[in-house]
Protein backbone atom coordinates (compact mmCIF):
# COMPACT_ATOMS: atom_id res chain seq x y z
CA UNK A 1 0.00 0.00 0.00
CA UNK A 2 2.54 2.61 0.82
CA UNK A 3 5.09 1.42 -2.11
CA UNK A 4 1.37 2.19 -4.15
CA UNK A 5 1.35 5.37 -2.57
CA UNK A 6 5.23 6.45 -3.22
CA UNK A 7 4.44 5.24 -7.19
CA UNK A 8 1.58 7.69 -7.51
CA UNK A 9 3.12 10.68 -5.56
CA UNK A 10 6.44 9.80 -8.23
CA UNK A 11 3.76 10.39 -11.25
CA UNK A 12 2.43 13.08 -9.93
CA UNK A 13 5.48 14.87 -9.62
CA UNK A 14 6.70 14.00 -13.26
CA UNK A 15 3.24 15.02 -14.64
CA UNK A 16 3.15 18.10 -13.08
CA UNK A 17 6.71 18.64 -14.34
CA UNK A 18 7.54 21.45 -16.90
CA UNK A 19 8.37 19.69 -20.36
CA UNK A 20 11.49 21.15 -20.76
CA UNK A 21 12.69 19.82 -17.26
CA UNK A 22 11.52 16.56 -18.40
CA UNK A 23 13.53 16.76 -21.59
CA UNK A 24 16.91 17.80 -19.91
CA UNK A 25 15.96 14.48 -17.19
CA UNK A 26 15.53 12.45 -20.53
CA UNK A 27 19.06 14.05 -21.87
CA UNK A 28 21.03 13.64 -18.97
CA UNK A 29 19.68 10.03 -18.28
CA UNK A 30 20.25 9.25 -21.92
CA UNK A 31 23.62 9.99 -21.71
CA UNK A 32 24.61 8.41 -18.29
CA UNK A 33 22.76 4.89 -19.57
CA UNK A 34 24.28 5.48 -23.33
CA UNK A 35 27.94 6.16 -22.36
CA UNK A 36 27.70 3.14 -19.52
CA UNK A 37 26.20 0.58 -21.96
CA UNK A 38 27.97 1.48 -25.15
CA UNK A 39 27.50 0.17 -28.29
CA UNK A 40 24.09 -1.40 -26.52
CA UNK A 41 22.48 1.64 -25.55
CA UNK A 42 21.27 0.92 -29.60
CA UNK A 43 18.07 -0.34 -28.70
CA UNK A 44 17.07 2.46 -27.08
CA UNK A 45 17.28 3.80 -30.15
CA UNK A 46 13.82 3.20 -32.07
CA UNK A 47 12.23 5.13 -29.38
CA UNK A 48 13.89 8.25 -30.38
CA UNK A 49 13.43 7.02 -34.26
CA UNK A 50 9.19 6.96 -32.57
CA UNK A 51 9.65 10.51 -31.77
CA UNK A 52 11.33 11.52 -35.12
CA UNK A 53 8.45 10.33 -37.23
CA UNK A 54 5.98 11.64 -34.87
CA UNK A 55 7.32 15.27 -35.57
CA UNK A 56 7.51 14.76 -39.52
CA UNK A 57 3.77 13.57 -39.52
CA UNK A 58 3.45 17.36 -38.19
CA UNK A 59 5.36 19.16 -40.36
CA UNK A 60 3.10 19.52 -43.81
CA UNK A 61 0.06 20.54 -42.52
CA UNK A 62 1.07 22.08 -39.15
CA UNK A 63 2.93 24.63 -41.57
CA UNK A 64 0.44 24.81 -44.46
CA UNK A 65 -2.70 25.49 -41.82
CA UNK A 66 -1.14 27.93 -39.63
CA UNK A 67 0.21 29.68 -42.49
CA UNK A 68 -3.24 30.02 -44.35
CA UNK A 69 -4.26 31.00 -41.24
CA UNK A 70 -1.89 33.39 -40.44
CA UNK A 71 -2.78 35.27 -43.72
CA UNK A 72 -5.84 35.35 -43.46
CA UNK A 73 -6.58 37.05 -39.98
CA UNK A 74 -4.96 40.23 -40.96
CA UNK A 75 -7.96 42.61 -41.10
CA UNK A 76 -8.60 44.49 -44.62
CA UNK A 77 -9.03 48.11 -43.73
CA UNK A 78 -6.72 50.59 -45.72
CA UNK A 79 -4.63 51.89 -42.49
CA UNK A 80 -4.36 48.42 -40.89
CA UNK A 81 -3.30 47.34 -44.09
CA UNK A 82 -0.52 49.81 -44.37
CA UNK A 83 0.54 49.06 -40.88
CA UNK A 84 0.76 45.49 -41.68
CA UNK A 85 2.63 45.72 -44.31
CA UNK A 86 5.20 48.03 -42.81
CA UNK A 87 5.35 45.07 -39.85
CA UNK A 88 5.72 42.17 -41.67
CA UNK A 89 8.14 43.96 -44.19
CA UNK A 90 10.31 44.97 -40.95
CA UNK A 91 9.39 41.43 -39.10
CA UNK A 92 10.36 39.00 -42.23
CA UNK A 93 13.75 41.19 -43.14
CA UNK A 94 14.51 41.46 -39.54
CA UNK A 95 14.34 37.43 -39.22
CA UNK A 96 16.37 36.77 -42.54
CA UNK A 97 19.48 39.18 -41.09
CA UNK A 98 18.96 36.93 -37.38
CA UNK A 99 19.57 33.81 -39.58
CA UNK A 100 22.44 35.19 -41.32
CA UNK A 101 24.18 36.45 -38.28
CA UNK A 102 23.17 32.89 -36.71
CA UNK A 103 24.70 31.23 -40.10
CA UNK A 104 27.90 33.66 -39.59
CA UNK A 105 28.78 32.86 -36.23
CA UNK A 106 28.22 29.21 -36.44
CA UNK A 107 30.38 29.57 -39.90
CA UNK A 108 33.41 31.51 -37.39
CA UNK A 109 33.17 29.37 -34.33
CA UNK A 110 32.39 25.80 -36.33
CA UNK A 111 31.09 24.64 -32.81
CA UNK A 112 29.96 20.97 -34.48
CA UNK A 113 33.51 20.47 -35.58
CA UNK A 114 35.52 17.12 -34.89
CA UNK A 115 32.33 15.41 -34.08
CA UNK A 116 32.67 13.02 -37.21
CA UNK A 117 29.32 11.99 -36.46
CA UNK A 118 27.57 9.31 -38.79
CA UNK A 119 24.28 9.37 -40.75
CA UNK A 120 22.11 6.53 -39.94
CA UNK A 121 20.86 6.22 -43.65
CA UNK A 122 22.45 6.79 -46.54
CA UNK A 123 24.51 10.17 -46.78
CA UNK A 124 22.71 12.80 -49.73
CA UNK A 125 24.79 12.15 -52.71
CA UNK A 126 27.38 14.98 -53.51
CA UNK A 127 25.15 16.83 -56.82
CA UNK A 128 25.34 20.03 -58.53
CA UNK A 129 23.95 22.93 -56.53
CA UNK A 130 21.21 24.65 -58.23
CA UNK A 131 21.60 28.43 -59.04
CA UNK A 132 20.05 31.29 -57.56
CA UNK A 133 17.49 31.53 -60.51
CA UNK A 134 16.37 27.65 -60.14
CA UNK A 135 16.01 27.89 -56.43
CA UNK A 136 13.91 31.12 -57.27
CA UNK A 137 12.07 29.16 -59.48
CA UNK A 138 11.78 25.84 -57.73
CA UNK A 139 10.02 27.82 -55.12
CA UNK A 140 6.50 27.98 -57.19
CA UNK A 141 4.97 24.42 -57.22
CA UNK A 142 3.66 23.24 -60.48
CA UNK A 143 1.51 21.27 -58.56
CA UNK A 144 0.47 21.93 -54.79
CA UNK A 145 -0.91 18.34 -54.22
CA UNK A 146 2.68 17.05 -54.92
CA UNK A 147 4.39 19.52 -53.36
CA UNK A 148 2.05 18.57 -50.27
CA UNK A 149 3.08 14.83 -50.50
CA UNK A 150 6.26 15.09 -50.99
CA UNK A 151 6.82 17.24 -48.01
CA UNK A 152 8.33 20.29 -50.37
CA UNK A 153 8.38 22.67 -47.39
CA UNK A 154 9.57 25.91 -49.18
CA UNK A 155 6.83 24.99 -51.94
CA UNK A 156 4.24 24.45 -49.22
CA UNK A 157 4.83 28.03 -47.41
CA UNK A 158 4.89 29.76 -51.00
CA UNK A 159 1.16 27.90 -51.84
CA UNK A 160 -0.06 28.68 -48.68
CA UNK A 161 0.39 32.18 -48.34
CA UNK A 162 -0.95 32.67 -51.89
CA UNK A 163 -4.04 31.37 -50.89
CA UNK A 164 -4.17 33.13 -47.22
CA UNK A 165 -3.69 36.16 -49.95
CA UNK A 166 -6.47 34.75 -51.84
CA UNK A 167 -9.14 33.83 -49.56
CA UNK A 168 -8.42 37.09 -47.32
CA UNK A 169 -9.13 39.03 -50.81
CA UNK A 170 -12.50 36.84 -51.21
CA UNK A 171 -13.88 38.39 -48.15
CA UNK A 172 -17.57 36.87 -47.01
CA UNK A 173 -17.62 34.12 -49.69
CA UNK A 174 -14.45 32.66 -48.22
CA UNK A 175 -15.35 32.43 -44.58
CA UNK A 176 -16.38 29.12 -44.52
CA UNK A 177 -12.99 27.86 -46.10
CA UNK A 178 -11.07 30.29 -43.42
CA UNK A 179 -13.05 28.50 -40.49
CA UNK A 180 -11.90 25.07 -41.69
CA UNK A 181 -8.42 26.08 -42.00
CA UNK A 182 -8.75 27.95 -38.60
CA UNK A 183 -10.39 24.44 -36.99
CA UNK A 184 -7.25 22.47 -38.92
CA UNK A 185 -4.83 24.97 -37.41
CA UNK A 186 -6.19 24.63 -34.11
CA UNK A 187 -6.15 20.40 -34.34
CA UNK A 188 -3.14 20.65 -35.66
CA UNK A 189 -2.01 22.90 -32.86
CA UNK A 190 -3.06 20.14 -30.11
CA UNK A 191 -1.25 17.20 -32.23
CA UNK A 192 1.66 19.37 -31.68
CA UNK A 193 0.66 19.76 -28.10
CA UNK A 194 0.55 15.73 -27.58
CA UNK A 195 3.95 14.85 -29.88
CA UNK A 196 5.53 16.65 -27.66
CA UNK A 197 4.82 15.02 -24.30
CA UNK A 198 6.45 12.72 -26.10
CA UNK A 199 10.03 14.28 -26.26
CA UNK A 200 11.35 13.30 -23.03
CA UNK A 201 11.21 9.91 -24.13
CA UNK A 202 12.65 10.31 -27.75
CA UNK A 203 15.13 12.66 -26.41
CA UNK A 204 16.29 10.07 -23.94
CA UNK A 205 16.12 6.99 -26.77
CA UNK A 206 18.71 9.19 -28.83
CA UNK A 207 20.62 10.58 -26.60
CA UNK A 208 21.39 7.46 -25.23
CA UNK A 209 22.10 5.88 -28.70
CA UNK A 210 24.50 9.18 -29.46
CA UNK A 211 26.20 9.15 -26.26
CA UNK A 212 26.94 5.29 -26.26
CA UNK A 213 28.74 5.66 -30.15
CA UNK A 214 30.15 8.78 -29.38
CA UNK A 215 30.65 9.48 -25.41
CA UNK A 216 32.00 11.99 -24.11
CA UNK A 217 32.66 14.29 -27.53
CA UNK A 218 29.50 14.84 -27.52
CA UNK A 219 28.81 16.94 -24.84
CA UNK A 220 31.80 20.12 -24.92
CA UNK A 221 29.94 21.05 -28.52
CA UNK A 222 26.86 21.60 -26.71
CA UNK A 223 28.51 23.90 -24.27
CA UNK A 224 30.03 25.88 -27.59
CA UNK A 225 26.55 26.18 -29.41
CA UNK A 226 25.21 27.58 -26.18
CA UNK A 227 27.81 30.28 -26.26
CA UNK A 228 27.83 30.69 -29.86
CA UNK A 229 23.60 31.15 -30.07
CA UNK A 230 23.64 34.09 -26.88
CA UNK A 231 26.54 36.46 -28.22
CA UNK A 232 24.56 35.78 -31.56
CA UNK A 233 22.02 37.08 -30.10
CA UNK A 234 23.06 39.85 -28.07
CA UNK A 235 24.93 40.70 -31.48
CA UNK A 236 21.50 41.00 -32.88
CA UNK A 237 20.17 43.18 -30.39
CA UNK A 238 22.71 45.34 -29.04
CA UNK A 239 24.16 46.37 -32.82
CA UNK A 240 21.36 45.22 -34.86
CA UNK A 241 18.06 46.31 -33.65
CA UNK A 242 19.83 49.73 -32.17
CA UNK A 243 21.41 50.53 -35.67
CA UNK A 244 17.66 50.23 -36.90
CA UNK A 245 15.82 52.59 -33.90
CA UNK A 246 18.94 55.14 -34.43
CA UNK A 247 18.96 55.35 -38.60
CA UNK A 248 15.16 54.83 -39.35
CA UNK A 249 13.41 56.22 -36.27
CA UNK A 250 16.40 59.06 -35.64
CA UNK A 251 16.02 58.14 -31.56
CA UNK A 252 17.98 57.40 -29.26
CA UNK A 253 18.70 54.02 -29.05
CA UNK A 254 19.83 53.89 -25.34
CA UNK A 255 15.95 55.10 -24.49
CA UNK A 256 14.76 51.64 -26.52
CA UNK A 257 16.96 49.67 -24.45
CA UNK A 258 16.05 51.05 -21.16
CA UNK A 259 12.15 50.45 -22.42
CA UNK A 260 12.57 46.73 -23.11
CA UNK A 261 14.49 45.40 -19.91
CA UNK A 262 11.20 44.69 -17.99
CA UNK A 263 9.68 43.06 -21.06
CA UNK A 264 12.65 40.97 -21.97
CA UNK A 265 13.33 40.10 -18.46
CA UNK A 266 9.62 38.29 -18.46
CA UNK A 267 10.44 36.78 -21.39
CA UNK A 268 13.15 35.35 -20.67
CA UNK A 269 11.89 33.41 -17.73
CA UNK A 270 8.83 32.40 -18.92
CA UNK A 271 10.08 31.57 -22.82
CA UNK A 272 6.77 32.53 -24.24
CA UNK A 273 6.47 35.76 -26.69
CA UNK A 274 2.26 35.38 -25.81
CA UNK A 275 2.85 35.17 -22.19
CA UNK A 276 4.86 38.02 -22.56
CA UNK A 277 2.89 40.44 -24.54
CA UNK A 278 0.74 42.07 -21.02
CA UNK A 279 4.67 43.26 -20.43
CA UNK A 280 5.77 43.97 -23.81
CA UNK A 281 2.20 46.39 -24.54
CA UNK A 282 2.91 48.05 -21.15
CA UNK A 283 6.31 48.62 -22.09
CA UNK A 284 5.51 49.99 -25.60
CA UNK A 285 3.29 52.44 -24.45
CA UNK A 286 4.20 53.88 -20.76
CA UNK A 287 8.52 54.10 -21.40
CA UNK A 288 8.47 54.03 -25.60
CA UNK A 289 5.45 56.28 -26.39
CA UNK A 290 3.78 53.91 -28.81
CA UNK A 291 0.12 55.05 -29.44
CA UNK A 292 -2.39 52.32 -28.38
CA UNK A 293 -4.09 51.45 -31.85
CA UNK A 294 -0.60 50.47 -33.16
CA UNK A 295 0.68 48.62 -30.05
CA UNK A 296 -2.80 46.91 -29.92
CA UNK A 297 -1.81 45.94 -33.75
CA UNK A 298 1.81 45.40 -34.31
CA UNK A 299 2.73 43.80 -30.61
CA UNK A 300 0.12 40.54 -31.45
CA UNK A 301 1.30 40.51 -34.86
CA UNK A 302 4.75 40.08 -33.97
CA UNK A 303 4.10 37.65 -31.03
CA UNK A 304 2.65 35.42 -33.90
CA UNK A 305 5.07 36.19 -37.15
CA UNK A 306 8.19 37.37 -35.56
CA UNK A 307 10.51 35.06 -34.64
CA UNK A 308 14.15 36.57 -34.78
CA UNK A 309 16.20 34.81 -32.10
CA UNK A 310 14.48 31.56 -33.17
CA UNK A 311 15.84 32.22 -36.59
CA UNK A 312 19.32 32.96 -35.07
CA UNK A 313 19.12 29.44 -33.42
CA UNK A 314 18.16 27.84 -36.47
CA UNK A 315 21.11 29.12 -38.09
CA UNK A 316 23.70 28.27 -35.31
CA UNK A 317 22.10 24.64 -34.77
CA UNK A 318 21.59 23.89 -38.76
CA UNK A 319 25.34 24.61 -39.21
CA UNK A 320 26.16 22.63 -36.33
CA UNK A 321 24.25 19.90 -37.16
CA UNK A 322 26.03 19.77 -40.30
CA UNK A 323 29.78 20.31 -39.50
CA UNK A 324 28.72 17.61 -36.72
CA UNK A 325 27.96 14.92 -39.49
CA UNK A 326 30.47 16.24 -42.07
CA UNK A 327 28.34 17.76 -44.36
CA UNK A 328 29.22 20.32 -46.59
CA UNK A 329 26.44 23.20 -47.23
CA UNK A 330 26.32 24.85 -50.94
CA UNK A 331 25.78 28.61 -50.82
CA UNK A 332 21.86 27.66 -52.14
CA UNK A 333 21.76 26.07 -49.15
CA UNK A 334 22.72 28.84 -46.85
CA UNK A 335 20.13 30.67 -49.19
CA UNK A 336 17.69 27.77 -48.71
CA UNK A 337 18.08 27.76 -44.55
CA UNK A 338 17.32 31.73 -44.90
CA UNK A 339 14.19 32.01 -46.44
CA UNK A 340 13.10 28.94 -45.12
CA UNK A 341 13.57 29.98 -41.93
CA UNK A 342 12.02 33.71 -42.49
CA UNK A 343 9.22 32.36 -44.31
CA UNK A 344 8.10 29.26 -41.90
CA UNK A 345 8.18 31.93 -39.22
CA UNK A 346 4.85 32.88 -39.87
CA UNK A 347 3.33 29.44 -39.61
CA UNK A 348 4.93 28.19 -36.41
CA UNK A 349 4.95 31.07 -34.10
CA UNK A 350 3.44 30.49 -31.00
CA UNK A 351 3.21 26.59 -31.00
CA UNK A 352 4.44 24.64 -27.95
CA UNK A 353 7.99 23.28 -29.27
CA UNK A 354 8.39 25.43 -31.81
CA UNK A 355 12.22 26.08 -32.26
CA UNK A 356 12.34 21.85 -32.46
CA UNK A 357 9.58 22.37 -35.03
CA UNK A 358 11.24 24.87 -37.40
CA UNK A 359 14.53 23.29 -37.27
CA UNK A 360 12.69 20.05 -37.91
CA UNK A 361 11.50 22.30 -40.91
CA UNK A 362 14.91 23.22 -42.22
CA UNK A 363 16.88 20.27 -41.48
CA UNK A 364 14.35 18.57 -43.65
CA UNK A 365 14.39 21.23 -46.76
CA UNK A 366 18.34 21.25 -46.90
CA UNK A 367 18.43 17.78 -46.80
CA UNK A 368 20.77 17.87 -42.95
CA UNK A 369 19.56 14.32 -41.10
CA UNK A 370 16.83 15.00 -38.31
CA UNK A 371 18.53 12.88 -36.22
CA UNK A 372 20.32 15.98 -35.42
CA UNK A 373 17.17 16.95 -33.43
CA UNK A 374 18.33 15.13 -30.42
CA UNK A 375 21.49 16.70 -29.81
CA UNK A 376 20.15 20.38 -29.21
CA UNK A 377 16.91 18.99 -27.89
CA UNK A 378 18.34 18.74 -24.34
CA UNK A 379 19.61 22.53 -24.21
CA UNK A 380 16.69 23.99 -25.88
CA UNK A 381 15.26 25.28 -22.57
CA UNK A 382 18.37 27.48 -21.93
CA UNK A 383 18.52 28.85 -25.80
CA UNK A 384 15.13 29.44 -25.54
CA UNK A 385 15.27 31.89 -22.97
CA UNK A 386 17.76 33.54 -24.76
CA UNK A 387 15.59 33.30 -28.49
CA UNK A 388 12.51 34.49 -26.58
CA UNK A 389 13.83 37.66 -25.30
CA UNK A 390 15.39 38.70 -28.84
CA UNK A 391 11.86 38.00 -30.43
CA UNK A 392 10.27 40.21 -27.43
CA UNK A 393 12.71 42.96 -28.02
CA UNK A 394 12.24 42.71 -31.90
CA UNK A 395 8.53 43.48 -31.39
CA UNK A 396 9.03 46.25 -29.38
CA UNK A 397 11.82 47.79 -32.10
CA UNK A 398 9.10 47.32 -34.97
CA UNK A 399 6.47 49.12 -33.13
CA UNK A 400 8.45 52.03 -32.08
CA UNK A 401 9.48 52.36 -36.03
CA UNK A 402 6.22 51.93 -37.16
CA UNK A 403 4.74 54.27 -34.91
CA UNK A 404 7.39 56.83 -35.74
CA UNK A 405 6.73 56.49 -39.47
CA UNK A 406 2.97 56.89 -38.59
CA UNK A 407 3.63 60.64 -36.75
CA UNK A 408 2.19 58.39 -34.06
CA UNK A 409 4.94 57.86 -31.65
CA UNK A 410 4.69 60.29 -28.15
CA UNK A 411 8.46 61.44 -28.22
CA UNK A 412 7.91 63.42 -24.75
CA UNK A 413 7.49 59.62 -23.52
CA UNK A 414 10.11 57.90 -25.14
CA UNK A 415 12.82 60.68 -24.37
CA UNK A 416 10.90 61.45 -20.59
CA UNK A 417 14.22 60.19 -18.93
CA UNK A 418 16.31 62.59 -21.23
CA UNK A 419 14.13 65.54 -20.16
CA UNK A 420 14.33 64.78 -16.68
CA UNK A 421 17.79 64.58 -16.80
CA UNK A 422 17.46 68.47 -18.84
CA UNK A 423 15.82 69.87 -16.09
CA UNK A 424 17.68 68.60 -13.03
CA UNK A 425 20.75 70.18 -15.13
CA UNK A 426 18.81 73.39 -15.38
Known amino acids: MQQATVGGSQAGVWGSMALWKKILIGMVLGVIIGIAMGPDSAIFKP?????????KMLIVPL????????????????????????SVVLYLGTTAVAISIGLAMATVFMPGSGLEMSVTEAAPAAKEAPTLVQTLLNMIPKNPIGALAAGNILQIIVFALGLGIALTLCGEKAQPAVKVFESLAEG??????????????????LMAWVAGKYGFDILMPLIKVIAVAYIGCLIHVLVFYTGLVSVLGRLNPVRYLKGLINPASVAFTTTSSSGT????????R??????KGISSFVLPLGATINMDGTALYQGVCALFIAQAFGIDLAFSDYLLIIMTS???????????????IMLSLVLTTVGLPIEGLAIVAGIDRILDMARTSVNVCGDLMVSVLVSKSENELDEAVYNAESSKKELETA
Do not use: H, W
Open 47 to 55: IGTLFINAI
Open 63 to 86: VFCSLVVGVTSMQDTRKMGRIGLK
Open 188 to 205: MYKLTELVMKLAPYGVFG
Open 277 to 284: LPATIKAS
Open 286 to 291: EELGVS
Open 342 to 356: TLASIGTAGVPGAGL
